[in-house]
């Protein structure tokens, strides 16, 4: 029987570190997959690490609590930090890696560069969180080109960081293969989140209604109900549920994120963010 | 002797197409550097080809007008467009490749990424040509990426843009080598430019004038004399020797471009910037 500290996988803290890794790895034939995280690592984030098992040979998951995509400092203090625990996990799991780099290795001094898509990012969390997309494509950019992986895992809970992502990979020719992985939830509907530990146990209770109410909304929405009628009775009911505030119920194109006032004429998804608490909390679904 | 046909370069339009090229060199073991231009290639686009030729096994051109990098449409639609004559110079001079795509190559339908630099894009020409620089940083993460080039090559002579691009390949960790090269001169001083090509013949006795009042002014900054009266004067003489209008004058570190006031503490450089008519000429030297 091992030891549970030889389960956690191997750490790496610098950009050469990484970079020489993977680079032997693929002189060695070997294919590699990364999984870019901000830790708190839950079943969600085990599933793209499995999901980059089955692609590739080697799966390098990252932690960075990416100070660039936080628009409200209190809640980059507040975002749980468990190193010891993500390692362990990451190693039960059979990833290669963990990189954790410090913030002054990814942004050293005299740092000046930002990457931002327009467009996807336009509306529902960029319209709420000034500055969060820059943030999420310009941290992502610099991981997919340090560590040279072939391919890259998002989960969809995140679906507007995921499509942000497509956009500026395909837009900057960066060689990497993007995968998204379904999202993963509790029993009782609640979309799996490193902000959920921060639910008290009462908020928690009223947490996974908001999933409810947007799965309930789908047959109306399909059967070419008024969108905007659909959307404001939904948000009403979030909160009922006791949601202190709802950021947004929207209704949009599956891939360009564009608002449709109609439903069954292409792909299409329900997306909300609504409050409980200081906890903000997001889920999106297929209609 | 080979006919004139049989000496131009070959030509590629697509980002698949060049992936596959260079792809095929770096599977045999050969290195590759890469010169981006806009075309109306001389002697100083060759000064490029030549340095690339020295540092790697094959050297690939790249030719694209980027729309995105001119502020001014007419700047756009003046800037000479010398395609065949462009593939002959770069055959004769031993580039193994040019790689020349169509704008919806670069910018495919629903394009949506631009990748900025702070600092050492504000002033000079970053003040005078709103987005040029974010312009230059993305077509150059582009062509950077779609090439998988070990090293690229960029001349002196548009100093600034330098800058920008060594700032956002190490921001980004693009794995590519930034290689610097002297301006190349006519005789009289003036640094060769395409735009050069469309000043008159009056223009062009006036022209290399700015860059020997550039060049007396170092003694006296040298000299720690008054700084903004010696730019002033400066100035006024690039006026009194024909200059339509003079957009900067202006004495700066070498490596963040910040203003100086003062010579002798670090390593600094004279850039200006002028009109002849509607053509706009720059130039910088060390101090």
Redesign the interface.
């Known amino acids: 029987m091992t030891e549970k500290s030889e389960e956690a996988v191997e750490i790496c803290r610098t950009?050469a570190d990484l970079?020489a890794r993977v680079a032997k790895w693929r002189r060695e034939g070997l294919t590699v997959g990364l999984i870019p995280t901000m830790g708190a690592l839950h079943a969600g984030h085990i599933s793209l690490v499995d999901a980059a098992l089955s692609h590739y040979d080697r799966a390098v998951a990252t932690l960075f609590v990416n100070p660039r995509q936080f628009d409200r400092p209190g809640d980059l203090a507040a975002y749980p930090r468990t190193e010891d625990d993500d390692a362990q996990k990451l190693g039960l799991a059979g990833a290669h890696l963990l990189y954790a780099p410090h913030a002054t290795e990814m942004y050293p001094q005299?740092?000046?560069?930002?990457?931002?898509?327009?467009?996807?990012s336009a509306g529902l969390c960029g319209g709420d969180r000034p500055g969060h997309f820059d943030g999420v494509?310009?941290v992502c950019?610099?991981l997919f080109?340090?560590s040279?992986a072939d391919g890259a895992f998002f989960g969809e809970k995140d679906y507007q960081q995921l499509q942000v992502v497509r956009?500026?990979v395909s837009?900057?020719?960066?060689?990497i293969t993007i995968h998204a992985c379904q999202t993963i939830r509790e029993a009782d509907g609640l979309a799996l989140s490193s902000r959920n530990k921060r639910l008290t146990a009462a908020q928690r209770a009223i947490a996974p209604q908001m999933h409810q109410i947007m799965v309930e909304a789908v047959p109306a929405l399909q059967a070419n109900g008024d969108v905007s009628a659909l959307l404001n009775e939904a948000a009403a009911s979030i909160k009922a549920a006791g949601f202190d505030s709802v950021d947004y119920i929207d209704f949009r194109d599956t891939k360009?994120l564009v608002p449709l006032d109609q439903a069954g004429k292409q792909p299409a998804r329900l997306f909300a963010a609504a409050w409980l608490g200081d906890v903000r909390l997001i889920d999106n679904i297929p209609v």
Do not use: C, E
């Not at 005299?110 to 996807?120: E, I, K, Q």
């Not at 837009?171 to 060689?175: A, G, S, T």
């Open positions: 950009v970079g005299g740092y000046a560069t930002n990457v931002s898509v327009s467009g996807v494509a310009t950019s610099k080109l340090q040279g956009r500026f837009d900057l020719n960066i060689p360009t």
